[in-house]
């Protein structure tokens, strides 16, 4: 398993200092560092980690996924909820037979009910919420498990 994308939209780049009461006080840099850490028992694997507030370029990440058969971690964060676009794309890389894990830091369940539903939990592998950066570490340990 040399490579795992693990994609971020919009608002993720303020992790640290937007809402630490919702989603933590680490920083997408400080996500970086627990999930290379967590690959460093795993040699030639590597995490390719990336955020954007553009709708298009998540959307192009994915595509990018499909044709590299590279796995996913992907928090859509606003997108969830009413991107048909996003959630399209993510059927393709499922529909490659390439995992692709929904993760949410917070549990959207516990929040405002606009919140409650994801377009892209039914195309995703899977879905984790509600545990923070373990979120993430949760669907890297999967992803390595399932592809050993």
Do not use: C, K
Request: proline share 5%; charged share 20%; glycine share 8%.
């Amino acid at each position: 398993m040399p490579r795992v994308l693990v994609l971020n939209g919009p608002n993720l780049n303020r992790l640290g200092t937007r809402e630490p009461d919702v989603y933590g006080s680490g920083s997408l840099e400080d996500l970086r560092e627990a999930l290379s850490s967590a690959l460093s028992s795993t040699p030639g694997s590597s995490i390719d980690l990336r955020q954007t507030n553009d709708e298009a370029e998540l959307i192009g990440w994915l595509h990018e996924a499909v044709d590299t058969a590279t796995p996913v971690i992907l928090n859509p964060a606003a997108f969830t909820h009413y991107s048909y676009a996003l959630r399209d794309a993510a059927a393709l890389v499922t529909q490659a037979g390439i995992l692709l894990v929904e993760v949410h830091l917070s549990n959207p369940h516990a929040r405002e009910e606009f919140r409650h539903t994801s377009v892209i939990s039914g195309v995703a592998t899977g879905v984790i919420a509600g545990f923070g950066f373990d979120s993430y570490l949760l669907a890297l340990d999967l992803i390595t498990r399932r592809l050993r």
